[in-house]
């Protein structure tokens, strides 16, 4: 192992990149793994169907059932993944024995999940759940006309950022809220304006309770269309960019909710100019926002790229946000974390300095045969030699833990 590093070491130093430079930074930094992938979005209020216009497809057996279960195979997952990181967890997976509503949530029903970060030096990031709900049915939360469930759900947003922000404190760590709602219609609406004039007013309510910004970063996540919802979003991208920008929060890009041709690689660069914070949620959108495992594509590399290259690891929050169901699921958490990582140590083994100077000055040819001569250096020993030192198995062992976990606990839950 180590001389095929040292190996890879001398290679891309001769192009003046620093491998063991890279592997530091990657260290430190922190990927928010979504607690969701575990069960297939469900939750812990016996809800049992998803809704929303999200869907996970797929009855791969082993879901976790409770929080027991949930939190057991987490800790297998981590195992499987190197370095220190954040788990996003949803307003639904609220642990508790009380029989509590969404908007009479508060921190005491996330101690467990608290403590459990605590005990294992992870963060955690927090988001209010608009969905799986019999007041969210028509898929009408903040936007909702009637005032009434209006007001249950700024409820639900208020309470939702108090336990972000106590959480936050807890833990040293600030807690990315991110707020993302259903909200749209089927078919041509009547009125486009009315439905935002609405969230608008009760975003401006849940966000009149001010916050220290230690604890907690604000975030709304735009969609262009849901299942069931596709003639009209009411929290699109321009409602949203523009509620972020005046409102001083976050606004959260997720790469499954734009027009397939359209790239946050390509915003990234465009909302540091004017935003401090940019938290991500990384899928795989197929076709549509199908939220598939995260693979090491094109696309994350570009996302990777102008993280790092624009020194933005401070700023840009990584998420992750996908829920395959059709698959071993601590395996889905696995592989999508680690081709995130991949993707980062891909771009930190870039000779980015250089190749901006050969853009700058025209020369694009050169440019073509160094990005083209970077696909096939040798990553897969720089990313080997990171796992191992970070006490996680690189290549395919993991995968045999998985397959005896499965055999031993997964497939006695069903
Ligand atoms: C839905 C959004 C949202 C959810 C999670 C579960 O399209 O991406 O972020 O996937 O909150
Ligand atoms: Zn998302």
């Known amino acids: 192992m180590m001389s095929r590093y040292e190996e890879a070491k001398k290679m891309f130093a001769k192009y003046g990149v620093d491998t063991d430079a890279a592997i530091k930074t990657l260290e430190g930094i922190k990927i928010s793994i979504h607690c969701w992938q575990g069960d297939d979005v469900i939750g ?3 809800a049992g169907e998803l809704s929303g216009g999200i869907a996970a497809t797929g009855n791969y ?3 976790a059932r409770n929080p027991e279960e949930l939190l057991k195979d987490f800790d297998v997952a981590l195992s499987m993944i190197p370095g220190k990181h954040k788990i996003n967890i949803h307003a639904s997976y609220r642990i508790t024995d009380e029989n509590v509503d ?3 949530l508060e921190p005491k029903h996330f101690q467990p999940w608290i403590d459990y970060a605590k005990e294992r030096g992870l963060g955690i990031d927090f988001n209010p759940t608009f969905f799986s709900h019999p007041k969210a049915e028509d898929s009408l939360t903040l936007s909702n006309p009637d005032k009434e469930i209006r007001d249950f759900w700024i409820r639900h947003g208020k309470a939702s950022r108090k336990i972000a922000a106590y959480i936050g404190e807890q833990l040293g760590i600030p807690c990315v809220n991110n707020i993302w709602i259903p909200d749209g219609y089927k078919d041509i609406p009547a009125d486009r304006l009315g439905p935002r004039k609405r969230l608008k007013a009760s975003l401006d309510e849940i966000f009149s309770v001010k916050y220290d910004p230690k604890y907690i970063i604000d975030c709304v996540e735009s969609k262009v269309f849901g299942i069931g919802l596709e003639a009209y979003t009411v929290g699109s991208h321009e409602f949203y960019m523009s509620y972020a920008a005046k409102n001083g929060i976050c606004c959260l890009l997720d790469n499954g909710h734009y027009h397939p041709t359209e790239m946050i690689s390509d915003k990234i660069p465009s909302l540091l100019l004017f935003f401090d914070k940019i938290p991500l949620h990384v ?3 197929m076709r549509w926002d ?10 994350i590399k570009e996302i990777a790229k102008e993280i790092v290259r624009n020194d933005a690891l401070d700023r ?4 992750l946000d996908y829920f395959d169901a059709s698959i071993n699921r601590i395996a889905a958490w696995v592989i999508g974390t680690r081709n995130m990582q991949k993707a980062l140590l891909h771009a930190l083994l870039l000779p980015s300095q250089k190749m901006k100077e050969l853009q700058d000055s025209g020369n694009m040819t050169e440019l073509m045969m160094l990005n083209e ?3 096939t250096m040798p990553l897969g020993d720089v990313w080997a030699y990171f796992c191992e030192k970070n006490g996680v198995q690189s290549g395919t062992e993991w995968y045999e833990k998985i397959e005896k976990y499965e055999q031993d606990v997964l497939l006695k839950r069903n």
């Open 102 to 104: 969404r908007d009479a």
């Open 283 to 285: 899928t795989r959108p």
């Open 290 to 299: 199908s939220d598939h495992v995260v693979l090491l594509d094109d696309e």
């Open 61 to 63: 057996p082993g879901k």
């Open 44 to 46: 812990f209020e016996n």
């Open 373 to 375: 001569e970077f696909k």
């Open 316 to 319: 840009v929050l990584i998420g």
